[in-house]
Each structure stands twice: as C-alpha cells, then as structure tokens.
C-alpha cells in the first residue's frame, strides 16, 4: 500500500504569494496615505473657506456704516455758483471732545469734519505707513500695536483702516422750554434704547440732531431733561431742533463708535511656540478682538468722488496727500478755513478691501501659485521655506483671497 504525500506549498509558491500580498497591502497603505492627505487638504480648505466668508461678512456689514448719524444728510444746503452742494457738517461746541475730532474751528464750536469719519493708512512691508498710523491717544483713541514679528506685533505689509459711525436710535424730544441759548430739553423715556435709557451724567458727551443739522455738547443735568449750552446753532433752541422736525437726542459717549482693522500676530492654540496672523479690531480704545483667523495681508482701495464729481480710486497715501490736486468736497461756507488739509477723505463713497486668508496648518499640499489682484494680476507663489514679511515661514498653505466693496451711503452727496 502506498503512503498519501503530505500537502503544503512549494517555496516558489509561497514567495509568489508574499510578493502578491505586498502588492495588495502597499495599495492599500498608499490609498489610506491618500484619502488622509484629501480628507486634510479638504478641511484646511474649509478652513479657510469659513473664515474668510464670516470676516468678509462682517467687514462687509460694518464698514458701510461708516459716517452714520440719525437722518444723515450731509448735502441739506442748496447747490452754489459751481452747481455743487456744500456738506454741512456736525458742529462740536463742547468744551472737552476726542482728539480725532481735530483742532477747534470758529468758536464758540467747530466742525466735525466728516473727512474724520474714515482714516485709511498704507503699510509697507518694512513697517512703514503713509500717512503714519497714529501712536498715542493724542492723535486718535484705537492705538494699534507697532509692526514686528513677534507676540502682538502688527503685521508688516498689510494695511489699517478706521471707521466711525453713531450706532443707535436715540431719543425724541418731548418738548422744549424757553429761547435763550441756555435752557432745558426733557426727553422722552418711553422709547428707551435698547432697552436701557441714554443715562447721560453730567460731563459725557451728547448729540442732538435732526434732519439738517447737528451738534455734540457736554450733557448738564437739570431735572429730567438736559441743558444745550450757548454757542448753539441756532440763537434758540426751538427754532433749530424743535420736535416737529422730529430732533433725537444721543448719548455720543456710549454711541459713538471708533472702529480700527488692522492684521496682528498671537500665538497657535495648537503649538503656543509657533505664531499666527489675524484681522483684529479694536473699539473705542478697548482691547483688540480676533475677527478672521489666518490672514496674511488685507488691503484697502478707496472709491473717491472729487469736488467736481469725478470719481478716482485711490489708495489711502493718494486720498491723504491728493498728489492729483483734486478739488475737495465743499463744506458750509461757514466752516471754511476750519476743515484739514487732508480733505479729500470727504469726498470717499466706498472702499475695495481684499483679504488674503491662509490655512493655519502647513499640509502635504499648498498652493503653488495663486492670484492676489492688489499685487497686480501675475501669479504669486512661495517657496516652502519662505519667510513672510510677518515673520511665518510660508509653508505648504492653502491660500484663497476675499474681495469685499462697501458703499458708503451715509457720506454721499
């Protein structure tokens, strides 16, 4: 009788089957190696696709209430010999206002020049500005960090931008009493803002105002109204801001906002050792907030109609030295004199901001080249380890740029 063979693979055999099977497994490892490279391109995308959608939203929002007062109109005055309206402005006749406001005028007030309401500097990427962006509360009252490439520094190469607007509804007037220029004005109660009375105290700044004109003073208490010291507009106050004309009473301390963009540096909440660049804004002098995380550079054009009514876009340099000499806006022939030098700021009826967003986290895969139209329309592109003028190396980034126009309505003529 025969004894069976045992079974088994011949070495040939099973040589055959390893390399097979190694082929299989590399597959695989190289298909999981690239869905995990898609799967993070695809959220750094997202990133940066969230970031830039909000921060252009919120620009987008905020800026177009640049120069806002209750029933602004700057144009009330009746055109002169050239055809033009003259742009009746905001009179101050407080005795203590905020530096930005600009030197006293013709006493006893002076104008709040509405140029005051936008203030656009342009940054170079060694750290310059033109004009240059104010240092001390003397000059404005959002003082942004000083450019670096450290913890808090501002961003070099990227541009700052101030608005200023009235954000409230105010108060009507119930009534007048007397005629002098010095008399009390209760206010209503009833249509409280927001929820919460103007609560003026003694010594805070208020804005009375209706659909012609306008005047901030020092509030004085007398009862439950408040007394509009002398040097007003109009020698009595029921002529000039009587309730018929349906005149608001605000709180311009609490109101008014300051707002200054501008792109600073702080550490990764991943790796506290690595830096980051951000769009910040800062209010009324408080603490700067992070508003778009990642950008890399943020420009400003501004859309300028001159005193003949020729439009010009212009960067913030050109509308502060208006190297063209073009004709500024009219004011009220009473304030003439009283207004700046720089007073082509006037005549700004909207602003073109671009916004580069970068992806936080460097990848398997970045842009190779990418179009930013600031720079002109040619590709730009970084080598790996390049360094940015905000100190980052450049790295395998995603990079997309956001475009945002917002009219400025509130100073059109």
């Known amino acids: 009788m025969k004894r069976a063979s045992a079974g088994g693979f011949s070495l040939i055999e099973l040589m055959i089957g390893l390399t097979l099977g190694l082929f299989v497994l590399g597959g695989v490892i190289a298909m999981f190696l690239t869905s995990s490279a898609t799967a993070m391109n695809q959220q750094r995308l997202a990133q940066v696709l969230e970031n830039g959608r909000f921060g252009v939203q919120v620009l987008s929002d905020e800026l177009r209430q640049t120069g806002a007062q209750y029933c602004s109109s700057y144009a009330a005055l009746l055109p002169g010999n050239n055809a033009v309206n003259p742009l009746r402005m905001p009179r101050v006749i407080a005795s203590v206002t905020p530096s930005w406001m ?181 209010e009324n002098g408080g603490a700067p907030e992070e508003i778009i995380e990642g950008v890399e550079r943020f420009d400003v054009t501004y859309f300028v109609v001159d005193g003949r009514g020729q439009s010009h876009y212009l960067t913030a340099n050109a509308v502060q030295t208006n190297p063209g000499a073009l004709m500024c806006p009219p004011v009220d022939p009473a304030d003439i004199g009283a207004g700046p030098a720089d007073c082509l700021w006037r005549g700004v009826q909207g602003m073109d901001v671009s916004v580069l967003v970068a992806s936080t986290r460097s990848g398997p895969q970045g842009d190779n080249a990418f179009r930013y139209s600031p720079d002109g329309n040619g590709l730009q592109s970084y080598a790996v380890n390049a360094v940015l003028p905000s100190g980052i190396t450049a790295g395998n980034r995603l990079r997309r740029k956001f475009r945002v126009y917002a009219g400025v309505r509130n100073l059109s003529r």
Do not use: H, W
């Not at 010095?182 to 003694?202: H, Y």
């Not at 408040?226 to 109101?255: Q, V």
């Open 102 to 282: 600009g030197a006293p005028g013709i006493p006893p007030y002076k104008p709040l020049d509405i140029s005051r309401f936008v203030r656009g500097y342009e940054c170079a990427n060694d750290g310059s500005c033109a004009p240059t962006v104010p240092t001390s509360t003397a000059q404005d009252i959002n003082i942004v960090p000083a450019p670096g490439i450290a913890n808090g520094d501002r961003v070099r190469g990227t541009d700052v931008l101030t608005i200023r607007y009235l954000d409230s509804d105010g108060a009507s007037i119930r009534g007048t009493v007397a005629a002098a220029p010095t008399m009390a004005d209760p206010i209503r109660t009833d249509r409280p803002v927001s929820g919460d009375p103007l609560n003026l105290d003694n010594g805070d700044l208020a804005m009375i105002a209706n659909c012609a004109s306008a005047e901030v003073f020092v509030a004085t208490r007398a009862g439950a109204g408040l007394i509009l010291g002398a040097g007003n507009d109009s020698p009595a106050l029921s002529a000039s801001y009587s309730r018929r004309k349906d005149a608001r009473l605000f709180n311009f301390s609490r109101d008014f906002r300051s707002v200054t963009y501008y792109v600073g540096l702080r550490p990764d909440q991943a790796d506290p050792a690595q830096l980051v660049s951000s769009l910040f804004r800062i």
